[in-house]
């Protein structure tokens, strides 16, 4: 049963249209995965489900309540990370929260400890007198999660999460995402324009200029572009692409000095093969298709301008700036 269903959504701002006919499901209790570049309508799409913006047409609902018409039961059903931080500087981190469970209308006995337990869950339980500007992004995003949760919202919006984060920061914010969903019976919708971000989804869909390009999880996705390549150096390449062939029932040819095998769980199909050629092995490398490589086979474009050329960026930017000049 999804908890949240999205059937033909559309969003127009005069002439432009940020949401463009978007349907999509998410299972109870997964990470879903909003993908697309900047300004592809991701941020619309989140503030129309969480009752912040009406759509043009179409349908959202989040736990059976329409995000139009119940945003009061719509509101209590759900937290909202926003794209750009929302905390109050000039209040400690325990103040913060203890204003959101106030706003909530958290009951007052059950305050102090839901505050002090979501302090504790993010670690800053420590830092829980600091004002808010003293911490780093990191700190930040980990508490706007934490006041995220205070309410225990059956679904979690992060949108960006990691947008500004060192890499550092950004991996420790995911490897905590990706327990929320277990520790927390919640469902997480979350956008991000980094693709390699999306690895810890369960389902992801892919919107480009306010359309759904594709969905389904990593490893479907990544299907587009016919999965992973395992490159192998031999003692024999002829004969070793002869026996693997045979003994193992996969896609291999040789190529300039290599072996090639095509597969989708290259990982898991390494140790067969080694089993199979035994010490003709000299070495094994494997190159995983990621899931910028399905938005570039999509669209013909990088999802980030940075992995583009410096003229498409510039393209790219001119475009926008006539798009927000049109209307
Ligand atoms: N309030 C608004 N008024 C006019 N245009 C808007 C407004 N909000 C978003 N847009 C436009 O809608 C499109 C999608 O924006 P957004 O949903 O913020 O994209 P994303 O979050 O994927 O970067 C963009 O072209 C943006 O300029
Ligand atoms: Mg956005």
Known sequence: MPIIKVEN???????VTAVNDVSFNVEEGTIFGFLGPNGAGKTTTINILCALLSPTSGKASIDGHDCAKESA???KSIGIVFQDTTLDKDLTAEENLI????LYNVEKSERQKRVDDALKFVDLFGRKDDLVKKFSGGMKRKLEVAR?????PKVLFLDEPTLGLDPQSRTNLWEFITELPKKHNVTIFMTTHY???AEVCNDIAIIDNGKIIAGGSPAELKKIIGGDVIYLKTKDNLKAVDEVKKALNVDASVKDGEIFI???KGDACIPDIIRTLGDSVLSVRLQRPTLNDVFLKLTGKAIREDESSGADTIKEEVRAYRRRHQS
């Open 9 to 15: 959504l559309v969003k127009k701002f005069g002439n």
């Open 73 to 75: 039961l719509v509101r």
């Open 99 to 102: 204003f959101h469970a106030y």
């Open 148 to 152: 995220g949760l205070i309410h225990r």
């Open 195 to 197: 693709m390699e971000e």
């Open 262 to 264: 095509s597969t989708i």
